[in-house]
């Protein structure tokens, strides 16, 4: 038995219930990892709201970090080997936010020494995300890019990976997380009225790309009005208007988007070994005080990455 955060029904953050639930011995292709800390990411208080029918009862999140307690037969994981005892992390799953979980060996990795369980639990969602996010926009060498959110769990990632790409980052944030920005690289901006004109007079020559992980109307009009070619502004927040302006959407739910990020892991994983990839941690919750944590989350600013502690 493992106590287990599910949802019989969607609807707001009171349909989640903390059970007691079997977990399945693994079979061929699986493994059972004791979770050590669950990633929490907005993904899985916004699925609450519009999920599809057919993945009732929703197993809430996608991606933990623990220690392997059972092996499927003839199993290796994703980054080969994997014996009883390994640290491990594991992403794209179902049912994070649990004290074990039985999950496809394909989608677990040996954890870096480096990284402690609540890093390496949110290391991939948001690393995967951005990695595809500089990946459309052809982000190049000495090019310069908008990014809004930069202070945000995504928007450190593309700091850091545009970095090593070598491009110039200039990065929207509140005034309070300026420092956050400009310890991974960027030149901070502060979003609200007057973005476009305080953008211009960092670049006057203009942003050949913007990403955006907010998803306002103010991101998206600002990103329009300054990169002239619409496939190099990506967004992951705003869906509505893309068709209509014509520039790219990404989301794990797109096949495209999922063979991306799933290929991306591995790489990533590497990365954070060697410590070019770093997840700030904002804190953690126990296990069994979910709720409280993703009333965090929906703030919008919960100042970096949140884990749950089995
Ligand atoms: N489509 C996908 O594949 C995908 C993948 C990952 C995430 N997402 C989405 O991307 C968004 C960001 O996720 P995250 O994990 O990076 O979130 P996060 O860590 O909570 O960061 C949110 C960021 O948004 C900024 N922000 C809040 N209100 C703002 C406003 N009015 N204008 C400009 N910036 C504002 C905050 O900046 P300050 O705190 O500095 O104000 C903060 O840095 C979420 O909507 C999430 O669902 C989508």
Do not use: C
Not at 259 to 278: C, H, K, S, Y
Not at 303 to 309: E, F, N, V
């Amino acid at each position: 038995m493992s106590a287990q955060w599910l949802a019989r029904r969607f609807g707001d953050l009171d349909a989640l219930e903390l059970v007691d639930s079997d977990v399945p011995a693994p079979g061929a292709g699986e493994v059972t990892i004791e979770v050590r800390a669950a990633g929490m990411n907005p993904a899985d208080w916004k699925y609450m709201r519009n999920g599809d029918a057919q993945d009732l009862p929703y197993r809430i999140g996608y991606e933990v970090a623990g220690v392997l307690t059972a092996v499927g037969p003839d199993t290796e994981i994703g980054s080969g080997g994997g014996a009883l005892g390994d640290e491990v992390l594991a992403f794209r799953i179902r049912g994070g936010y649990s004290a074990r979980v039985t999950v496809p060996a394909k989608d677990v990795f040996a954890k870096p020494a480096e990284l402690g369980f609540p890093e390496a639990a949110n290391l991939l969602l948001v690393g995967t995300t951005a990695a595809e996010m500089l990946d459309v926009t052809r982000v190049s060498p000495g090019e310069t890019i908008l990014v809004h959110g930069a202070s945000g769990a995504t928007g450190v990632s593309v700091l850091q990976q545009a970095r090593l790409i070598g491009a110039r980052v200039i990065g929207t944030a509140s005034e309070t997380n300026f420092d956050v920005v400009r310890r991974f690289g960027g030149e901070p901006v502060r979003y609200g009225d007057g973005l476009q004109e305080r953008v211009q007079a960092l670049a006057p020559d203009g942003v050949h790309a913007a990403l955006d992980t907010v998803g306002t109307a103010e991101a998206i009009d600002v990103s329009v009005a300054l990169v002239d070619d619409r496939s190099r502004i990506v967004s992951i927040a705003a869906f509505g208007r893309a068709e209509e302006l014509g520039y790219r959407i990404i989301a794990g739910r797109m096949p495209a988007s999922a063979r991306f990020r799933d290929a991306a892991r591995a790489r990533l994983i590497e990365m954070a070994g060697r410590g070019e990839l770093v997840v700030p941690l904002a804190r953690t919750y126990p296990l069994a005080e979910a709720i409280d944590a993703l009333e965090l989350l929906r703030s919008e600013h919960p100042g970096g990455k949140l884990a749950l502690i089995p």
